[in-house]
């Protein structure tokens, strides 16, 4: 498998909900990534876990809580967004063994809309 | 992370080679040159990478030029699925390390 599964593609939620966003590997990758993408803009880095433990959090709001369960699952959850939230939110991961080639493998994405 | 510095975009017909220039000056020595695409609501798609050789796998070549200050990646034969946005990187390669994306380059393979 070497495949990065995001849950669900597409989500509309209301700025009083809680949701959460899923991705899933199983290639064994120890370092997990959440990016946030705004349209005809580049992906922005959010949140890094390493070992299951986070190591970058990149002065995210505290409305986006990122999870790590365990080495295979990674999920984002949402509470009190806002519209300006809205963006597609893409899952990575990659090999933290040095002689890998660090090749970040996405997801496809969570496009959210917040109303 | 070094800054690197790409075109807007460009253009490029079909079965031709598509060059993609990316300048990287401040390169440090321990920082590889990774290059990602992005296909239209896809997430990115790691392409290939290299620190001073260059080097060719079945999607794309890299070529990296001696002082390491800019680079350039070749698809061989454009394809209008090779439409998407290109985006050069340069980034040390440990653990857990951010992998942070500039503007790219958008490319648009015509027929």
């Known amino acids: 498998d070497t495949e990065v599964t995001q849950t669900p593609k597409h989500l509309v939620m209301g700025m009083t909900n809680k949701k959460s966003l899923k991705c899933e590997q199983h290639?064994?990758?120890?370092?997990m990534y959440w990016y946030k993408q705004k349209a005809k803009k580049p992906p922005e880095l959010m949140f890094v876990?390493?070992?299951?433990?986070?190591?970058i959090n990149e002065s995210v709001p505290s409305r986006f809580s990122p999870e790590c369960p365990n080495s295979s699952l990674l999920n984002l959850h949402l509470h009190a967004l806002q519209p300006e939230d809205s963006a597609l939110y893409l899952c990575a991961s990659s090999h933290t063994n040095l002689g890998e080639n660090y090749g970040y493998t996405f997801g496809s994405g969570t496009r959210l809309t917040v109303v | 992370d070094a800054k690197t510095t790409q075109p807007t975009s460009m253009d490029c017909a079909e079965g031709r080679a598509a060059n993609l220039p990316c300048n990287h000056s401040?390169?440090?020595?321990?920082?590889?040159v990774y290059w990602y695409r992005q296909i239209h609501s896809q997430g990115p798609q790691y392409i290939i990478h290299?620190?001073?050789n260059n080097e060719t796998n079945e999607m794309a070549s890299l070529i990296i030029t001696e002082d390491r200050k800019s680079s350039t990646l070749i698809l061989p034969h454009a394809t209008l699925r090779d439409t998407a946005v290109y985006y050069c990187i340069a980034l040390i390669k440990a653990a857990g390390n951010k992998l942070t994306f500039g503007g790219g380059t958008r490319v648009l393979v015509k027929p």
């Open positions: 290299g620190l001073k």
């Open positions: 401040t390169i440090s020595g321990n920082e590889y």
């Open positions: 290639m064994g990758h120890r370092a």
């Open positions: 876990y390493s070992y299951e433990k986070l190591s």
